[in-house]
């Protein structure tokens, strides 16, 4: 269930949410406010309204219930072509319903349209982009950042058109990324354009309460991201948010990424997080990164692979419950969805640079060589701090137990458990990049996952 902020975003207003449910609207158009107010009236929808402020009395609707007030017919008849670029902002009732979103923001972040048409469930959506000095040359690698596989556009003397081959969802989702994105981010390029779009989510998942044994609503959220990236999702009866996807042909290995749900503690409804020098910390209380920074890489790596995969296998995405209160949730997980796994890796170590391979250094997770290889993709790809090295107790012995290659990569916090906790965010992230660089070295993995089988069967024999 979308909420009103995204719903309102999606759809093509240009609000500022000031709390849950209350909303900034002064920057909005009078004619675009007009409009809203008018769908709020048709949707039967209790709201406050004093032209600065909008309140939102009722609960969220269905988007699906949403839109069907929003999409009349001849709706976008024109092509949103009754403004002037430059001169004023488009007319909301005048943009096709699923192109509209998308269009505001090109607008808001500088890139001017003067056409847009959603494709009407027929053809691929397009925008035209008003000429200036390098505006292309930025909107391609911001798109590219959203996760669109490639960007095509046809230029001519006043304008670029630009297609976007993707279904209407996702365009409505694309309006909602693109809504996060300040417009002093363009010149820096599609790298650092990524990195502050996964900071971005990271701060939310931080803001979502779900100690150990209440976390219902952690759970639906990422419910809801992860669902457009996978093949098949489902919460067992423990829980636990189960997903898989098959990548390419699927001719590889057979992965489990892993991070937990809960917290150790609730975190504080009136905390803020202070941000210094990239190291997050909590105003008052945990600040939450065990784990919520190991949910964060899993969907990082969930979206990206899904817009440019260069795997080949299946993965299989757990996020356990009760993880803080004795490995709870990932002990109950049932054993046919672990059948046929090759290796696992679980994001959630304190620290900076560990793989950690063992349990005290007495109760192995996996045979030394599968270490060896993360050390060695970490190295290559000019990440030297990666080392192999013993642990604490984790969802890595479960899947270990369960006779998979299992390891637990740092995921940047520091001082979990306690108020003094902080997360080195550009850690967190390096940790999501190694896992893609992991995972894109599929041939040479399962050559390792290949030998550890066949010494492990001299061994028996």
């Known amino acids: 269930m979308k909420n009103w902020n995204q719903l309102f975003v999606r759809h093509g207003w240009l609000v500022n949410e000031k709390e849950e449910n209350v909303f900034d609207i002064r920057y909005e158009t009078e004619a675009n406010k007009e409009f809203l107010l008018q769908i709020l009236e048709q949707a039967q929808l209790s709201y406050r309204y004093d032209k600065k402020t909008l309140v939102m009395l009722n609960q969220p609707i269905a988007e699906g219930d949403w839109i ?9 008849r024109g092509e949103g072509l009754w403004f002037r670029p430059r001169q004023e902002e488009p007319k909301v009732r005048e943009l096709d319903t699923y192109i509209c979103g998308i269009v505001r923001q090109l607008n808001r972040l500088g890139f001017f349209t003067n056409g847009s048409c959603d494709g009407h469930g027929r053809n691929s959506a397009f925008v035209s982009i008003v000429k200036k000095e390098n505006n292309i040359e930025q909107l391609v690698p911001l798109l590219l950042a959203l996760g669109m596989k490639r960007v095509n556009y046809r230029e001519n003397r006043q304008s670029y058109t630009i297609s976007f081959p993707i279904k209407r969802l996702e365009l409505l ?92 503690e609730e975190i504080l409804e009136n905390r803020h997080i202070v941000k210094e020098n990239g190291i997050w910390s909590s105003s008052e209380g945990i600040l939450g990164a065990d784990d919520r920074a190991g949910v964060a890489v899993l969907l990082n790596i969930a979206e990206t692979l899904y817009h440019s995969s260069t795997f080949s296998g299946k993965i299989k995405f757990i996020f356990s419950v009760e993880e ?16 046929g796994t090759d290796a696992a890796i679980v994001v959630d170590r304190r620290g900076t640079g560990d793989i950690v391979t063992s349990c005290g250094g007495y109760i192995p997770f996996c045979d030394a060589e599968y270490g060896e290889f993360i050390e060695k993709v970490a190295k290559e790809a000019g990440w030297d701090g990666w080392r192999c090295t013993p642990g604490g107790s984790s969802d890595t012995w479960i899947w270990a137990q369960h006779g998979i290659q299992s390891v637990n990569l740092s995921a940047g916090y520091n001082r979990e458990h306690s108020d003094k906790e902080y997360l080195d965010i550009r850690a967190c992230y390096v940790t999501a990049q190694l896992i893609q660089s992991f995972l894109g070295k599929g041939h040479e993995l399962r050559q390792v996952l290949n030998g550890i089988r066949r010494k492990q069967m001299v061994q028996v024999n």
């Open 173 to 264: 989702d694309l309006a909602e990324k693109m809504s996060v994105v300040q417009e002093e981010w363009l010149e820096k390029g599609v790298d650092y354009l990524k990195e502050q779009l996964f900071y971005m989510q990271l701060e939310e998942l931080l803001s979502i309460p779900g100690e150990s044994g209440n976390e219902g609503r952690i759970r639906d959220v990422v419910q809801e991201k992860l669902t457009p990236y996978v093949d098949f999702i489902t919460v067992d009866r423990h829980g636990n948010l189960l997903a898989e996807k098959t990548y390419r042909a699927g001719h590889g290995p057979t992965l489990i990424l892993s991070a937990h749900l809960d917290t150790v």
């Open 324 to 339: 803080e209160v004795g490995l709870v949730g990932a002990s109950k997980v049932d054993d046919y969805f672990l059948w």
């Open 68 to 76: 069907s007030f929003l999409d009349f017919h001849y709706r976008g």
